[in-house]
């Protein structure tokens, strides 16, 4: 009895819920409204119009992905283990035999091949497949890595690839008589391309043609050809895996030209990758932001301690090139980390009005101003108060 009474109580806190949500969607405040659709998921995972937002789909008596239900339909099954595989190898693969070339050889021969990228390990999540010649276990393993970094940035930046008359749709009473099904979550239907090397040497050996100063980078992205690379050993940093496959989704997940920022507004690219660094994983949720993730407590250094601070004036006409030779590149690195905290906690729907004009090569070099209603030396401002208040509630008195 007193089970039942307890997800009775949170069942209708999951209705409340999605009634807090629908009026946020009223005020077109998507971004809450997701949020609250995700809590009510938390209370009732059952509830269709919950699981309808955040884009899942029902396979048998579970909820799934629509990646997830293809692959199902299609007779795979996920291992925790060896990623995707056919319903029928997974057996074979737990009694320690591999698939390779069309044959069937043992787990220490195919640990043992040494491969190239070209020969190795192709490992495919529900959103990408991983090239790698380190090892299936490490493929799957960085694989794992990506998706949950894919789940956190979708409910990050709902707001940024769902068109507002989809959202809409989403929390609005259904009409009289209405028959059309209701609007779902804008899912992502690409597989995205990784490839991971056995180390740094590998690494920057195979990528100095195309990126001459690649010894100086623990991994890149390439608009073109649309892939993410990174390198095994304990020189890489999760923080570089957070950033650059941040920026392979906001170019990929909608349309993009692959020069976006190449004109003007170059630090609003880097800066929201810099954001995802501070993605942090606790008992039961994803973190992002805050004054001790990521680069905010060098942000705050820069600005309170260093007096560094490079106006938004100054950074908005840079585009790529002029960036990437500034002196200052490090100590403008922790800035904009700041600033994007920032912009996100405090200027968020501006801030995704000019990330979409960002990426669609339309915004000009005084847009994320022309967004928000101001002039750059008002968001300076706005700033500075902003970390000093971040570094006051970090360090009270």
């Known amino acids: 009895a007193l089970w039942k009474r307890f997800v009775d109580l949170r069942s209708r806190r999951c209705d409340l819920l999605l009634e807090d949500a629908r009026r946020a969607g009223e005020r077109k405040d998507y971004a809450l409204a997701f949020d609250l659709a995700c809590s009510a998921c938390r209370e009732n995972p059952d509830h269709p119009a919950a699981r309808r937002v955040l884009g899942y789909v029902k396979h048998g008596e579970s909820w799934v992905t629509p990646a997830a239900a293809r692959r199902l339909r299609a007779g795979q099954v996920n291992s925790e283990k060896f990623g995707w595989l056919p319903a029928a190898h997974l057996a074979r693969y737990e009694q320690g035999q591999r698939l390779h070339q069309g044959k069937w050889i043992s787990a220490a021969a195919d640990d043992r091949r040494n491969p190239t990228v070209d020969d190795g390990w192709r490992i495919d999540s529900e959103h990408y497949r991983v090239t790698t010649n380190h090892s299936l276990a490490e493929g799957v393993r960085l694989a794992r890595q990506l998706e949950t970094l894919h789940e956190v940035w979708q409910h990050a930046f709902v707001d940024f690839y769902t068109p507002p008359q989809v959202m809409a749709r989403w929390f609005a009473e259904p009409a009289a008589g209405s028959t059309g099904s209701p609007a779902t979550a804008v899912t992502d239907t690409r597989q995205h391309q990784v490839v991971y090397y056995r180390n740094k040497q590998q690494y920057a050996d195979a990528l100095r043609p195309a990126q001459p100063q690649i010894d100086q980078t623990l991994g890149i992205y390439f608009a073109?050809?649309?892939?993410?690379?990174?390198?095994?050993?304990?020189?890489?940093?999760?923080?570089?895996?957070?950033?650059?496959?941040?920026?392979?989704?906001?170019?990929e997940f909608r349309p993009a030209p692959k020069d976006v920022g190449s004109r003007s507004n170059f630090w609003a690219v880097e800066a929201i990758a810099c954001y995802m660094e501070s993605l942090v994983e606790t008992d039961d949720a994803f973190t992002l932001g805050g004054a001790e993730a990521g680069r905010a407590p060098a942000a705050i250094q820069r600005l309170l301690k260093d007096d560094f601070y490079v106006p938004l004036a100054d950074l908005a006409p840079l585009g790529m090139t002029s960036l990437q030779r500034d002196p200052r590149l490090p100590q403008i690195y922790s800035q904009i980390s700041g600033q994007a905290w920032f912009l996100l906690e405090k200027r968020r729907p501006a801030t995704i009005a000019f990330l979409r004009k960002l990426y669609a090569n339309e915004a000009l070099p005084n847009e994320l101003a022309k967004q928000c209603g101001c002039d750059f030396s008002s968001l300076d401002r706005e700033y500075r108060d902003f970390l000093k208040q971040a570094a006051q509630a970090d360090n009270p008195r």
């Open 224 to 251: 073109r050809p649309r892939t993410a690379y990174f390198f095994a050993g304990e020189d890489q940093h999760p923080g570089t895996l957070w950033h650059e496959a941040t920026h392979q989704l906001f170019q």
